[in-house]
């Protein structure tokens, strides 16, 4: 089994910025993906960004495209999501995910 924590949302001043991380441990793949979702109230789940494994390769939703970096460290299980220039609209609860396993999500909150 695969268990994800997420971690690093919070409460941020619109135009302001936020690094989530996600941690992820048990038997991981090599060719697991490794992303993150995005959950607002009242909407659906929707993909912010992954890293497609073993590549690297990095793809982005077009709403974040230019203000979040994903990225992995190296040589651990460990991803990152640098969200800059942060708007209301980003208001969610971040998922990460890491091949079939999903982590219970970070709050971040932008104030307006």
């Known amino acids: 089994q695969v268990h994800v924590v997420e971690s690093g949302g919070g409460l941020v001043q619109a135009g302001g910025s936020l690094t989530l991380s996600c941690a992820a441990s048990?038997?991981?793949?090599?060719?697991?993906?490794m992303g993150w979702y995005r959950q607002a109230p009242g909407k659906e789940r929707e993909f912010v960004a992954h890293i497609r494994r073993p590549s690297g390769a990095t793809q982005y939703a077009d709403t974040v495209k230019g203000r979040f970096t994903i990225s992995k460290e190296t040589y651990r299980n460990t991803i990152y999501l640098q969200m800059n220039n942060l708007t209301a609209e980003d208001t969610a609860t971040y998922h990460c995910?890491?091949?079939?396993?999903w982590g219970q999500g970070t709050q971040v909150t932008v104030s307006s």
């Open positions: 048990g038997r991981i793949f090599a060719s697991y993906d």
């Open positions: 995910s890491v091949g079939p396993a």
